[in-house]
């Protein structure tokens, strides 16, 4: 029958053949992914660091890079700071040293004015000057030393008393040189230590509203002046003239007079501590009631410097007479003990009532008429 006969194969043209071959192998090619380009170098260490196994291993490892991070910033932030505060100190350094050296010549050319107040301001300004730069205290003690020796001029002698006193402006010369701060070891500049009045002509003056501290007045010219109750520590008098000059109750510290002359002069009840007169010419000079204050003995070298800090009892070394000329000189009621009078001409010297226990008299020459009585 008709109805049961197998249909043949339906025949499928080539053309839908073809284009469903072709839509299957589409499906197979398999695509092909471009390669990358490689990082560059920087990010490849970043990249490193960054996968390090430590950074993993929890909050500590997180801490620990924070606070180094904020160390570093802090060291940098210190640094950075304490260049800018160096810039600035040097800065200032150079403003404020612009600053002394203005005031030092405005100061110097104020010495220069012929009004006396001008004068005596651009003293005090140095003296102030001196004391705001250590560095240029030397050439300030210099300076005030050199006006007082070109401006002292030697007064007429005259019997007339009193006598005519220190110029005003050398006087307050005088004055900031005496009160110095003295601080300064010996071993500093000399100049620092001893101010330079050498040679000055200050004979028959009126010291006494001064006093004289670390200052070298040697070979200077001090005759007939009047330097009663005169404060006198570290003062170099060597080789100079205080012929006649009244010295009464004067303190005399560490004082150096060798070779000078105090021919006449009255040191009645004079201090003399720590003192060399040797060589000295002290012919009929009244050294009544002179005295050595107590303390332990020192070396007994008179010292070019004394610090006004100490005590006078520090200094109180007892007199050095060695080959004075002591002849008609007075001693009377003397006290000073430890005395050195070895090699002094002694002709006609008095030393009633003087205690001069321990003193040496080694070789002392030309004892005739010298008087003892009631010595010790």
Partial sequence: MSGDRPQPPRRV???AISARALRSSRLRVPTSTPTPPEPPCWQRVLLRVGSWAGWGKGAKAVALTASLGTAAAAVAAVYITNQTLD???QQNA???QGQYTDRFGRAVEQLGSEKADIRLGG???LERLARDSPRDAGTITNILGGFIRNNARCSTPSSETPKPLLPTDLGAALTVLTRRPAS???SRDPSVVQADLKGSCLAHLDFRLYDLANVDLSEANLSDANLYGVYMAGVSL???NLAGARLTNSVWLGTNITSGNLSDANLTGAALNNTIFAGTNLRRAVLDQTRKD????RPTSASSYIDLNQSIKTYAVAPDFYAADLTAASF???????TTFTGATLDHADFTGAQLPDATFTAAKSLAGTTFNQAA
Avoid: H, K, M, Q
């Fill in 184 to 186: 300064d070891p010996p």
């Fill in 238 to 240: 060597t080789g100079s």
């Fill in 87 to 89: 810039a600035t100190r």
């Fill in 294 to 297: 107590e303390a332990t003995p």
């Fill in 123 to 125: 003293i005090y300004a």
């Fill in 13 to 15: 043209p080539a053309s």
């Fill in 94 to 96: 150079v403003t404020e």
């Fill in 332 to 338: 009377r009621y003397a006290n000073l003990p430890l």
